[in-house]
Structures are given as structure tokens and as C-alpha cells.
């Protein structure tokens, strides 16, 4: 229920032709760097030809904006080729003129972002005073693309249900991703894109939205009523694209236009229209689940033509109450009163502003500015539900303040600049809430958490400035484009203040609160000293690439990528050696190929091959600064015979360091991870309208990160599948270096791999319909589970000295996902004006969400190998990793919307409603698999229901009903909303 929680800067400006003086500063002096470089504008190019399709060379071809104004021209070669590029998004006018021929007019040429529009015109004889228009847009297969991709357009921004009011939710709706939704506003879970974890960029406007601590975070949340529409791209073959191996997901913000614009929308769900919780007991009331939320925006001209304003807001009341499953009875004897039990009550209370302006300052440049705020209290938001009573909670304040700008400037016809910079700010934190306990916490194993909570007190906060600028130059067939980026990443992070007892019964729990035994506890536990860690990290990006129309039938993109990531400084002090100096590898090189040609008219055969680095996450170094084995910081756990041992409810504060400290380190041979991935595509029109594509893709992961104890040496025997078993006690013979207990090395060198075929399917707009979808065919393997990511974070292997015995589904193996989008709005004409009445002016909107079930690891009630960084997800003999799958998942999503009346064709008055899983489907994606009752030797004992081959113990031929048992992990039931609203 958690959310995704976890300087200096140098600014140089230029007089004297500001753009032009910019782009030869960055081009000259500037060092390689990182950012966001992949494009929020869009481009035209195509081919100008005579009626015997010879080239036309000097053809001027004008685009113009119809909703703002602004206009670009250039030329044709003298091989009829042109290119007009980094043109604001929206619809245009592409004119083609030339002395001897009649102009042509191509209208509603629509532009979406990082997407380039083929529009080529065909001359004919003529005077140039006379005119053919021609309509429909450019080609549904976008021949100029080489990747991947979709852009989830502002029709379907607008109409999508969204009861989670989380835009990021639609990631899963382009091809080539499969995962879960999110009812609050994180992520999307389990995301899997070319068969990694949660690799997500996130981007708004082109900026960084992405956080740097741990794979697949935002930084920042947004709200739909300022989305636009959204860019994704799930295999980015460009250099221009990088910093992750998986998905590129870049939100782009609304805009002012010559025409005000806007929205208001009131949406609330009641309690009563919202199905149980799945697991909810039936002994317990229905929890209230209530949702209320107020959006608005509204655009418009400051300046006819030049200058545009754009604003909106939204505020969120969401409760999402979480069952808590802890027996009231079992703990009857405690005399805990019953308002400790029930539902955790959790509620969101966010807000969301953007404000943005666009200057059209004169033909050659262009200029916008936004800003971003974002707050949310939440109460209830970790420690909460299942074993976790009331008093175990903690609540969670967020903020963020984000600007940015984009500067293009046109320096000649042939050659356009693009500044963009960015400052994102956030800051999160755990506190107690009115209702937490006071310390210490208490644990009684497998029961009951009360008292107080073990989640307060942490703190994360990240500012990242960062600048890119790229230059883009077209000769001839050739766009050529470069650019050089920077980002500085500015970290503090904070540990929990807590102290925990940790009880084996309710009776020992008793003997110590009556005094009787106040050291009746198994252990205490408690984070001691100062936790408190400040580092800044840097990371650049240099890219160049070339979009080659070796011919009219094929497009080829080539290039090279170069990226670079610094560390922050180590503690050169550092007892362990390897955290004295860290490795920052210098050969992150990642060449490009991708290629479209269009075979006949209604087909484009699409091949591309590259490799994709990911940018480090930081909290690798964070978890070598603030673990180091100092006594800066530290874990301290006591049994209650140990010295020093206090007397429940003493807190823990003054325990000594361990005189044998575990640390946590980076390996000195670290190199970043990176893909090698080809796709092959065959694209085929089937109208107008309407293209479908089929896809094969191969990803191997290389250099990925893994963690095991480097400090185990001579074991004492093998399990029965070749398992070492080490012996748990530290000395000169059981440690490499017995100054040390664990030794945790963050290290790099276990792969994946990924194949998958897709089929996608689009309908552009058209006839009031607009629809999309993609179903992939999987498998993910890998030799080790990721490390470093929300989702999967200090995950160890079984076995370090063979990774083989890992080898195997990887933990977002989704063998099989469908999922598809819809928004319709019919039009249709009767002679009866009642009926038509009725029969107009309604959209309907569906999402679906069909996939396999989730890969679960089945896991020992003991230790079987002595390492006690794997206690808890030690697996039996006979169980591979991730070799138990949950049931499918099928969610669908509806959103009706009827405009009940309109003036003058521009206001517009909506009801609408919306529904989240309308079948009610119980959707579980996690059943219980721990604590299998094993013998001596790893085996799992009869006892657990498993029906066993007698010549091996290993080969496990059934599974208990305990296996089928749902945790406390499902999807959301059914939630309806309704509101109300106007556009205009």
C-alpha cells in the first residue's frame, strides 16, 4: 500500500542570435551528458514529384498550424525530398507550390508527438493560382517509423476510464507491455517490457519524470485534466531515445490556441455503487471507498497568433481502505479493542497545478515555460492492513515542484535547435499519524503488528536539474541529428526510527506486559545512529543519428549513443575496501540500426537492432554509503539474552555496533546493464483507417545486477540438489574476511532473455471510432532476480556459487496478455429528431485487461543453506524459481459519457459514468507459497500435501490446497463513479 517511496548547476546564456550561439556552445565546449532527449514535436517529410514521378526540386512546402497559426516552409532537393521538422503538435495545412503546377493542399495532417507524417505530393500540370485539396491525412502505417510505438491520442486522453484518476495506468495500453494497474498514484505493477522489470523512462513535456533511486519510478504524479496526450515507445530504436532498456512513457501537457478551450468535471464515487474487497471477511463491514475529485482546465490566446496560456487543476479525496486479516479472537486474551480491527482506513488528498506558456515570439523561434505543484497527504499509507493493526500505521506527505522550458529556434530551412531544460524537486516522508501506537512496535510472529509503527521517520527527497540541446540538419535525403544532455541528480535519504519486539507467542507477549518476564521477546530490533545520507550523482549523453531516405520505399535510421554515469564520492574511510573507490565504466556505446520500407502500397516491412543501456539507479551507491560497516548506522538486533538486552518496553537506542558488522558494497568490476534487442515487423493497411502489424522481438539482457554474501567460504555439505550449506558462526574458517559477517556485493553479470510475438492492431480516428490492440505471446527467463527496483529490491540468489540453480521464469514471465482501448462516439442520422436525439450524443469508452496469472516463488519455513540473507526465501528441493503461477487476470474497464445539451456547437454539458473491473472478476495476483515444512535435507515433508516421487524428494507432483489460497494482493472489485461536466 506503499507509495513508490523509496548542488550546483551551470546555465550559460548566450546574446547575439541566442539559438544559433547556444548550439555551437553545446556542439563545442559542452562534455558528453544525459537527459531526455526523444522529441515532444512532430515532423512532415515526403517527396515532391512531377506526373511522371520524377523528382521536383525547389517545390515550396508550407505547413501550417489551423489551431495556432504558426507556419514553417522549406523546399524541396533536387531529388523532391523535404523534411520539416520539430513542428508543435496539433493538426495542420501542408501546401505544395511550384511555377508550371497546380498547388496542392493536404488538410488535416495530424501531428502527434516523436511521429513523423509522410506526406508526399504528386504535381500536376497547371497554373499555381489553381488549387486541389486533398484530404484524409497522411498513411495509417507511418512508413517513416522504425520503432515500436503509439501515441494515446487527446481523444482517447479525454474519454478513457481512469477511476484510479492515475494517468500512468495507460502505459499498459501500447503494444509490447503487459502488468497491473495501480488504484493509487504509482505505477502500474509488474510491468514487464521486453522482459524487464518496471524499466520504464518517464517523461512530461520530454523532461525527467523519472526517479533515480530505484528501477520503474515516477518522481512526480500528474492529473489527466492537464494531459494532452501521451507518447510510449516499447522498443526505441532512435539514439536518440535512451537511459533505460524497456519503455519510453512521455506525457505530454495541454496547451493554449487561438480558440479558448477547456473543461470542468466533478466525478465522485459512492459508496454504495463500490463492490467488497475481494478478501474482505465476511464477518466485517463494507469499508467505504469513496472517491471525490474536481478537475478543470482552461487555454486560450494572450496574443492572436503569438502568445497562448494554458492552466488547470485538479483536487483528489480517494479512500482506499485495506482489510486488516490479524484475529481478533486469537488476540482476545490482549484485551486490544475492536477499533483496532477492521479496515485500515487509507485516503489520498492530492492536488495537482499546471500552468504552461507558449510563445510564438517570430518565425524562427518558439518558446515555452510550464510549472508543475503537487501535494498529497495520506493517511494510512504503509503498515497497513493484513497482520497490521491500526496502530502500526503510518502516513505519508508528499510534495513536488517541477519547471521547464523548451526553447526551438529555426537557424536556416535546414537546420533547427531544440533547448530544453528542466528542474524537478520532491520530497517524501513517512510520519506517525493521529492514530499510530507509541513505541516500540510490537510483532507477534505470524499473529499480530501493533503499538507502534516500523515505517515512520524516512525521508526522500531528489532535485534534478538538467538541460539538453540538439541540433537537427537536413540535406538532401538525409535528417541528420545530434545532441549533447546533463542531468545532476541531488539525493537525500533517511532510514526509519523504530524499535521493534519481536514475540513468539501471545502468552510471552503477556508475561512481559504484566512484568512477570520482560524479557519474554525472541529479539528487538532497531535502526541506530545517524541514517541521514546526502550524495549527488551526474549523468551525460551524447547521441548522433541519421534518417536516410535511401529511396521513396525505404527509410533508414542509423547511429550511435553514448552515455555516461558518475557516481557520487565514496567514503574513502570505508572499513570494506570495495566501498573506498567506485567504478564508473566508461563504454557505454550503443550503436542503432532500424529500417522501413514499403513494399506496395499497403505494406511496410519495419527491422531494427540496437543496444540500450540502463542509467544505473542510484540507491546502488546509497546502499554502499549508508551500510558501509562504520557504526555510522546500523540494524541492531538483540536476543533477549544478549548483553545489553533491555526490558520490554525499553526503547533500543544505545546498542553498541556490531563488533562483526555486515556491510553492504559494490562490486569494483560494476558495469551498467544493457540490452541487445532486434524486432522484426510486417505492417499491413487494411483500410483507410485501419493497420495491422505483426511482430517478433528478441531481448537478451547483459550485465544485470544481482546480490549474494561475498563473505561465505567452506561449506559444510550440499543439499541434495548440489546446494551449498554454510555454517551460520563467524570465525577465520567460515568467513573470506572474518572482520566481517555478510558481506552484501551489489554485482552485475547474470543475463535475461526475451522473446515474444506480437499483434497489433489500430484504428486511427474515423467516423466518430478510435481504437487499439496489442496481444504478446511471451517468455522471460533470467539466471537471477533483479535487484534495486521497487518491486524487487534486495532479492538474493540461492545459490552464489552456481547461478544456474536460478535460472529460470523471470519474476514478470507473463506467457500470454491481451489488451485493447476503445472510445466511440456514434453519429448517426434519423428523420425522427427525438429518436436522433437519443441516439446521438453519446461516447462510450472500454478498456481490457486480459493476462496470464503472476509467476510466485514457493518458499521453505527454514533456512536451508546457513546463508541468513536468504532466510526468507529459501526454496525447498524441487521448486525452481518463479515456478508457480496465479490465476489469469481479466479486467474490464467502461466509461459511458452523454452530453445532455450544447450551445452553439462549442459548450458542451456531460453525464458521465465510469466503472473499474465491471465484472466484479476476482482478480488475485498473489496466493500464499510460504512456510513449506521441510525435513533435514530440503525435502518437503508429506505433511504439506504434496504428492512426492519416492525415488527423489525433488520431484514434486502436486500442490496443496494451501497454494490456492489468495494473499492480500488482489486488483481492485468493481468501483463505480459518476459525474458531471462541461467543455467548451
Known amino acids: ?108 495532417i495530424v501531428l502527434q508527438a516523436g511521429r513523423e507524417a509522410v506526406v508526399d505530393g504528386a504535381l500536376k500540370l497547371g497554373a499555381v493560382s489553381t488549387s486541389i485539396e486533398v484530404s484524409g491525412g497522411a498513411p495509417v502505417l507511418d512508413p517513416a517509423r522504425t520503432n515500436i510505438s503509439r501515441t494515446i491520442s487527446q481523444d482517447e486522453v479525454q474519454n478513457l476510464p481512469l477511476t484510479s484518476r492515475n494517468p500512468y495506468n495507460w502505459i499498459m495500453f501500447q503494444p509490447g507491455v503487459s502488468g497491473h494497474p495501480n488504484p493509487e498514484l504509482g505505477i502500474p505493477r509488474t510491468l514487464n517490457t521486453n522482459g524487464f522489470v518496471d524499466r520504464i523512462n518517464y517523461q512530461v513535456d520530454g523532461m525527467v519524470d523519472t526517479e533515480s533511486d530505484r528501477y520503474g519510478l515516477r518522481l512526480f504524479p500528474i492529473s489527466s485534466v492537464y494531459v494532452s496526450e501521451v507518447q510510449t515507445v516499447s522498443n526505441s530504436f532512435a539514439p536518440e531515445f535512451g537511459g533505460t532498456t524497456g519503455n519510453i512513457y512521455n506525457v505530454i501537457t495541454g496547451s493554449g490556441t487561438n480558440n479558448l478551450h477547456g473543461m470542468f468535471q466533478w466525478i465522485r464515487g459512492p459508496v454504495d455503487t463500490t463492490a467488497r474487497p475481494i478478501l474482505l471477511s465476511s464477518t466485517l463491514p463494507k469499508p467505504n471507498l469513496l472517491m471525490n475529485s474536481y478537475g478543470m482546465n482552461a487555454g486560450g490566446p494572450l496574443k492572436k497568433d503569438k502568445l497562448f496560456l494554458f492552466g488547470a487543476y485538479e483536487h483528489l479525496y480517494r479512500a482506499l481502505p485495506v482489510a486488516i486479516t490479524a484475529s481478533q479472537a486469537t488476540l482476545a486474551p490482549l484485551g486490544i479493542p475492536a477499533s483496532q480491527f477492521g479496515t485500515a482506513p487509507s485516503v489520498q488528498h492530492a492536488q495537482f497545478l499546471d500552468v504552461r506558456g507558449d510563445w510564438d515570439i517570430n518565425q524562427k523561434n518558439r518558446i515555452f515555460t510550464r510549472v508543475n505543484y503537487f501535494r498529497n497527504e495520506y493517511p494510512f499509507n504503509t503498515a497497513v492492513g493484513g497482520m497490521n493493526l491500526i496502530s502500526a500505521e503510518s502516513d505519508f506527505r508528499d510534495r513536488a515542484h517541477v519547471g521547464g522550458l523548451q526553447w526551438v529556434g529555426t537557424i536556416s530551412p535546414q537546420m533547427v535547435n531544440e533547448f530544453r531544460f528542466s528542474y524537478p524537486y520532491r520530497n517524501e516522508k513517512h510520519i506517525a499519524g493521529a492514530l499510530t501506537g507509541a513505541q516500540p512496535a510490537v510483532t507477534i510472529s505470524g499473529i499480530a503488528n501493533f503499538g507502534g509503527s516500523v515505517s515512520v521517520g524516512d525521508v526522500f527527497a531528489e532535485k534534478i536539474p538538467s538541460w539538453n540541446d540538439n541540433l537537427t540538419y537536413t540535406r538532401g535525403p538525409h535528417t541528420f541529428k545530434g545532441e549533447f544532455g546533463y542531468s545532476r541528480i541531488i539525493d537525500v535519504q533517511q532510514g526509519d526510527s523504530f524499535t521493534q519486539y519481536v514475540f513468539g507467542s501471545v502468552a510471552a507477549y503477556q508475561a512481559a506486559v504484566s512484568g512477570a518476564n520482560p524479557k519474554s521477546y525472541d529479539t528487538v530490533n532497531a535502526l541506530i545512529g545517524n541514517t541521514r545520507v546526502g550524495y549527488i550523482s551526474n549523468f551525460f549523453n551524447f547521441f548522433g543519428q541519421d534518417s536516410w531516405q535511401v529511396r521513396p520505399s525505404l527509410l533508414v535510421t542509423y547511429g550511435i549513443r553514448y552515455d555516461r554515469f558518475l557516481s557520487p564520492s565514496p567514503n574513502t574511510a570505508a572499513p570494506f575496501p570495495f566501498s573506498r573507490d567506485f567504478h564508473n565504466p566508461s563504454g557505454d556505446v550503443s550503436p542503432r540500426l532500424g529500417l522501413a520500407w514499403r513494399v506496395g502500397s499497403k505494406t511496410v516491412v519495419r527491422a531494427s537492432w540496437g543496444m540500450f543501456y540502463d542509467a544505473p539507479p542510484t540507491n546502488l551507491w546509497f546502499n554502499a554509503l549508508s551500510n558501509d560497516g562504520s557504526g555510522r548506522s546500523f540494524n541492531a538486533s538483540l536476543s533477549s539474552s544478549s548483553p545489553g538486552a533491555p526490558s520490554f518496553p525499553q526503547p533500543l537506542t544505545t546498542a553498541t555496533a556490531p563488533a562483526i558488522p555486515s556491510v553492504f558494497t559494490v562490486t569494483p568490476n560494476f558495469k551498467n546493464a544493457y540490452a541487445m534487442t532486434a524486432t522484426l515487423q510486417v505492417s499491413r493497411e487494411l483500410s483507410k483507417n485501419d493497420a495491422l502489424t505483426f511482430v517478433y522481438v528478441n531481448t537478451g539482457g547483459r550485465q544485470l545486477q544481482w546480490l549474494h554474501n561475498l563473505n561465505l567460504i567452506n561449506p559444510l555439505g550440499s543439499l541434495l540438489d548440489g546446494r551449498p550449506v554454510f555454517d551460520p558462526r563467524v570465525n577465520a574458517g567460515t568467513r573470506a574476511n572474518p572482520a566481517f559477517n555478510n558481506v552484501t556485493l551489489q554485482d552485475v553479470g547474470t543475463s535475461s532473455n526475451y522473446n515474444a510475438l506480437e499483434v497489433n492492431y489500430e484504428h486511427r480516428f474515423s467516423r466518430g471510432l478510435v481504437a487499439s490492440a496489442a496481444y504478446i505471446y511471451s517468455h522471460t527467463i533470467s539466471d537471477a532476480p533483479d535487484v534495486n527496483g521497487f518491486e524487487q529490491n534486495l532479492v538474493y540468489v540461492e545459490d552464489a556459487t552456481n547461478r544456474l540453480r536460478d535460472r529460470s521464469n523471470s519474476y514478470i514471465n507473463r506467457p500470454q496478455s491481451f489488451t485493447a482501448s476503445l472510445v466511440w462516439s456514434p453519429r448517426l442520422k434519423v428523420e425522427n429528431s427525438l429518436v436522433n436525439r437519443v441516439l446521438n450524443d453519446n461516447e462510450l469508452a472500454i478498456l481490457t485487461n486480459i493476462a496470464s496469472g503472476d509467476e510466485q516463488n514457493v518458499t521453505a519455513n527454514a533456512n536451508l543453506n546457513g546463508d541468513s540473507l536468504v532466510t526468507s526465501i529459501t526454496r525447498p528441493l524441487g521448486f525452481g524459481r518463479n515456478t508457480l503461477r496465479g490465476p489469469n487476470v481479466y479486467q474490464f474497464d467502461l466509461r459511458y459519457t452523454r452530453t445532455l445539451f450544447s450551445l452553439k456547437e462549442r459548450f458542451r454539458a456531460q453525464f458521465l459514468t465510469e466503472a473499474t473491473n465491471v465484472f466484479n472478476h476476482p482478480n488475485v495476483t498473489s496466493l500464499k507459497t510460504g512456510g513449506v515444512l521441510v525435513d533435514a535435507t530440503g525435502c518437503p515433508k508429506t505433511g504439506n500435501g504434496f504428492t512426492l516421487d519416492p525415488t527423489h524428494c525433488g520431484q514434486v507432483t502436486g500442490l496443496p490446497a494451501l497454494f490456492g489460497t489468495p494473499s492480500a494482493t488482489v486488483l481492485q472489485s468493481r468501483i463505480l463513479n459518476f459525474g458531471l461536466g462541461v467543455r467548451w
Open 1 to 108: 500500500m506503499r507509495d513508490e517511496k523509496r548542488g550546483s548547476f551551470f546555465f550559460c546564456f548566450c546574446t547575439s542570435s541566442f539559438v544559433t550561439s547556444l548550439a555551437l556552445f553545446f556542439l563545442t565546449c559542452v562534455p558528453a551528458a544525459w537527459a531526455q532527449s526523444e522529441s515532444i514535436n512532430g515532423s512532415i517529410r515526403g517527396r515532391i514529384s512531377d506526373p511522371s514521378d520524377q523528382p521536383v526540386a525547389s517545390a515550396r512546402v508550407t505547413a501550417l498550424n489551423n489551431a495556432t497559426g504558426y507556419s514553417r516552409n522549406v523546399d524541396s532537393g533536387e531529388d523532391g525530398y523535404y523534411v520539416i521538422v520539430s513542428l508543435p503538435l496539433g493538426t495542420y495545412t501542408v501546401t505544395v507550390m511550384k511555377d508550371g503546377f497546380t498547388t496542392l493542399k493536404f488538410s488535416e
